[in-house]
């Protein structure tokens, strides 16, 4: 059972929105520790392209992920990151920009369409209308699997 | 302090006891006679065994109980130490241990072998006691007690056939306990009202107190202890209660237990004694007869129970000048030594230390931020806040080392438990084999030191079950039927080099080769060298024993070892001769915290380079520099040459290569031996580095050992020299980063 099916029967749950080229996407308030400006990455040899390289968060050292490249999209501006806690690692994502707080219930998640794709199968978690937006909801959990999560 | 907070310390202190008692019966073991070492692995029984009565910790009296006896057979030269007997000697100081653990955690202990362990250290009493084996009908066969009580570390008659057979309960004997405490007694908070009071439920017992050193009023000094008392009881569990009332006591009174026969002294009550009647229940109810803080003083005292029965040994020695306490004044010396040596050391909790050491550690980063920016504003470099800069900055770095000292510890405690491993596992397999320790107070940062343990401990259970040969092969090669590991540690540029030396039979070659050809990691005519094979056992995935035992083989192999090496910065590797044994050599960097590095540009990007691989830097001109083969370069130094290393090709970070001439070549050395000429761009400058973990959020990155944070803010890369000179010896990288961007 992953987080998100439990906090769905919670009902009410706060999420954040963010934009990357022309889509919306959100993820749950609860693992994004905190929304910071683009600081140059320093490059990591024989990692992949999604991987944008390391900056230093209070002296930690922070893998940044640009998800614009993780989600097979276009690349973006670098603009913000978003630090979430994914599993137990803290990773920055590089998004274009964050748009929203949204607070919703049940009843505003649509489940994910049938879609062929098995990438936006796998992190897809439901989809949102709000104000004629379409806003997809990604669970980071199964973006980056624990594997990958050593890895990205 | 609540009631956790003490057992917390008194464990603490078990765990120094067991290092105390391990390391000496160790020597022991290795011939030492000196009296001190026997009195040194005696009182550390001795300590854990009163601390654990003080906190109902009865498994672990009982054991540690029967261990002190036997032991004390041996101080008191009843019994030789040879080497059958101290292996029963070690293996009942792994019991202890373990019993310690299972009072702490809650673990068992499996039971079996205790009690095997506890009948052999019997045997061993009794064997050379033929006056405990073969003393008449009393059914508690009491070695004789000791005429001189006092001695602090008398042997502690204990009946044997009691033991584990609880039922067999032992036929009540009277006894004559004289009980004189002295004034130390007093002074330590103990009262001996209440003494008397646990005394009188043992067992059925009458009282009487001798008031004959009283003297007048007037002559009183209120601090000296005067009454005596005497006092005839029927235990029904045997002498042994009773010392146990006088546990910590008696040290600070002289007591004298004696069982009276009892058709010697049918009638206790004719005593000759002037009777004084003491009423014990005056102490149930009458507060006025004892003062509340006496009794508050008696909490105190069984609170430090542990630490107070050291002193108690230690003063009284020092005061008693009766021939009897020769020996106790050398063992009491020692203990005062001890007490000493203690007071100079402090407990703290390590997650303080290493909050301070991640304090310095920001400390160093700021610094060096600070430095920059008033360089930047500041080009002369002469104005005051630079010159006060520079003092702050080494200031800093000795704040460092200070601190990083605090947590550099010795190999010692993680040797010591090898030497337990070594035992259990020859035992399992049938062999004979001694471990012989070298360097064991190299000290090394204590994270490095608790990280060792498991990989050694997989090494050693591997030299033991399948490098050294059982003793019939062993013979028949014409060896010593007994076999030997050496562990040595030594600080070697820096780091600490520890070898793990067998003279086992050596890698056996052909067998590995086969089962690497047979588990696919290599293919079937692959031409390797020897030194390739040996290595094979790191491979993922290889287990040399042909049948999976119960000590290795469990599914992990030497790929985990090596892996939890190199998790601590660290390299091993193999050198075997067929028949003569193997050798495993690991070498791990000091601290896992700070770094003196060279900071250098490649392609455009900031790394450092560990200063201690670096032998030298020069500037390579054009006719030094000679192509060899297809896209090798050498480079000649001082009519020897040594291969041209691309960093920034190795990385990644650029797509053709460099032309040397217009970079530096750091002239390094790599753990497995051979000279390379690093290539970069620049060099920016020295600098002490904080080192900080890629794997904490990310993963190990082949060719970079770790990041830091550089004085502009930024992240830096630490490069992982012998990865790269690996690399370049065309083992590339991409084994490892084909695991590194799996999925």
């Known amino acids: 059972m992953s987080y998100a099916v439990r906090s769905l029967a919670e009902g009410n749950r706060e999420l954040i929105a963010f934009r990357i080229g022309e889509q919306e996407f959100c993820v749950n308030i609860m693992s994004v520790r905190e929304i910071r400006g683009w600081t140059p990455a320093t490059p990591l040899p024989h990692s992949p392209g999604y991987v944008l390289g390391v900056i230093n968060l209070r002296g930690a050292v922070l893998p940044i992920i640009d998800l614009s490249k993780r989600l097979g999209m276009k690349p973006v501006e670098p603009n913000v990151i978003i630090v979430a806690q994914v599993h137990s690692k803290i990773i920055g994502l590089l998004v274009e920009a964050v748009s929203d707080i949204l607070t919703v219930t049940e009843e505003n998640i649509q489940s994910t369409p049938e879609i062929s794709s098995d990438l936006e199968r796998q992190y897809a978690r439901g989809i949102l209308a709000i104000d004629k937006r379409m806003i997809c909801l990604i669970e980071l959990g199964a973006l980056f699997t624990d594997a990958e999560s050593e890895a990205a | ?743």
């Open chain 2, 1 to 743: 302090m609540d009631m956790n907070e003490i057992k917390e310390i008194f464990f603490q202190e078990c765990e120094e006891q067991l290092a105390e008692l391990e390391s000496g019966l160790l020597k022991m073991n290795d011939g030492d006679r000196d009296p001190e070492t026997v009195n040194a692995v005696f009182r550390a029984v001795h300590s854990i065994k009163g601390g654990a009565g003080a906190f109902g910790l009865d498994d672990l009296v009982a054991f540690a109980h029967v261990f002190e006896t036997t032991l004390d057979c041996v101080r008191s030269n009843k019994l030789e130490p040879g080497p059958e007997v101290m292996k029963v000697m070690l293996k009942s100081a792994d019991v202890l241990a373990d019993l310690t653990n299972a009072a702490r955690d809650g673990g068992s202990v499996d039971s079996s072998r205790s009690s095997g362990l506890v009948k052999e250290l019997e045997a061993l009493a009794h064997g050379e006691l033929p006056a405990a084996s073969s003393a008449p009908a009393p059914a508690a066969p009491v070695a004789k007690a000791p005429a001189a009580s006092d001695d602090g570390f008398q042997p502690v008659p204990f009946s044997f056939d009691g033991f584990g057979e609880e039922e067999e309960a032992v036929a009540p004997s009277t006894f004559e306990v004289s009980f004189k405490p002295r004034r130390e007694l007093y002074s330590k908070g103990n009262e001996a009202a209440l003494l008397l009071r646990d005394l009188s439920r043992v067992g059925e017992m009458s009282i009487n107190c001798i008031m004959d050193g009283l003297p007048s009023l007037d002559d009183l000094d209120p601090e000296e202890a005067y009454f005596a008392w005497k006092i005839q009881i029927k235990p029904e569990k045997g002498e042994e209660a009773i010392r146990t009332v006088f546990e910590f006591a008696e040290w600070d009174c002289d007591l004298e237990i004696k069982m009276i026969e009892a058709e010697a002294k049918p009638n206790a009550e004719e005593l000759p004694m002037i009777p004084v009647p003491f009423d014990l229940s005056a102490l149930d109810d009458g507060p006025e007869m004892v003062a509340a803080e006496t009794v508050n003083a008696a909490v105190d005292a069984a609170e430090t129970a542990t630490r107070v029965s050291k002193l108690a040994a230690a003063a009284k020695a020092e005061k008693k000048e009766s021939p009897a306490a020769a020996a106790a004044a050398a063992a009491a010396a020692a203990a005062a030594q001890a007490n000493n040596a203690a007071g100079q050391t402090i407990r703290v909790d390590l997650d303080r230390v290493d909050r301070l050491i991640n304090l310095v550690g920001e400390l160093v980063i700021n610094q060096a931020m600070l430095s920059q920016s008033v360089i930047e504003n500041d080009a002369t470099g002469t104005s005051a806040v630079n010159m006060g800069l520079e003092e702050l900055q080494q200031l800093t770095r000795e704040i460092q080392d200070s601190v990083m000292a605090i947590r550099a510890q010795p190999v010692k405690p993680v040797f010591q438990r090898m030497s337990r491993i070594v035992r259990e596992v020859a035992d399992m397999v049938g062999k004979s084999i001694r471990l012989v320790t070298e360097g064991e107070n190299t000290e090394v940062d204590k994270t490095v030191i608790d990280k060792l343990a498991e990989p050694l401990t997989h090494m050693i259970r591997n030299a033991v079950d399948h490098g050294i040969e059982s003793p019939e092969k062993r013979a028949a090669a014409g060896k010593e039927p007994e076999g030997t590991i050496k562990l040595t540690a030594k600080h070697r540029s820096g780091r600490i080099v520890i070898e793990l030396v067998d003279d086992g039979a050596g890698i056996n070659r052909e067998r590995v080769k086969q089962k690497a050809i047979d588990n696919e990691l290599i293919a079937a005519d692959a031409n390797l060298t020897d030194e390739e094979i040996d290595n094979l056992i790191f491979a993922p995935g290889f287990s040399t024993a042909d049948k999976i035992s119960d000590i290795s083989g469990r599914g992990v192999g030497m790929d985990v070892v090596k892996r939890s090496i190199q998790a601590l910065g660290g390299r091993i590797s193999i050198t075997s001769r067929p028949g003569l044994g193997s050798t495993f050599t690991m070498s791990l960097p000091l601290t896992l915290a700070v770094l003196d590095g060279m900071v250098v540009t490649v392609a455009g990007q900031t790394l450092v380079v560990p200063l201690t691989a670096i032998v030298e830097t020069l500037q390579p001109e054009a006719q030094n520099i000679h192509s060899f083969g297809a896209n090798q370069r050498l480079i000649s130094i001082r009519n020897s040459f040594c291969p041209l290393v691309d960093v920034g090709r190795i990385l990644n970070f650029r797509g053709t290569q460099a032309n040397p001439v217009e970079g530096v070549a750091l002239l390094v050395e790599s753990e497995g031996g051979g000279q390379r000429a690093l290539m970069v761009d620049a060099i920016q400058g020295q600098r002490q580095v904080v080192i900080k973990s890629l794997e904490a959020n990310y993963t190990h990155v082949p060719g970079i050992a770790a990041a830091t944070i550089l004085g502009d803010g930024r992240v830096a890369l630490i490069l992982d020299v012998d990865a790269v000179v690996a690399a370049s010896r065309g083992q590339s990288l991409k084994q490892e980063m084909s695991l590194a961007v799996a999925g």
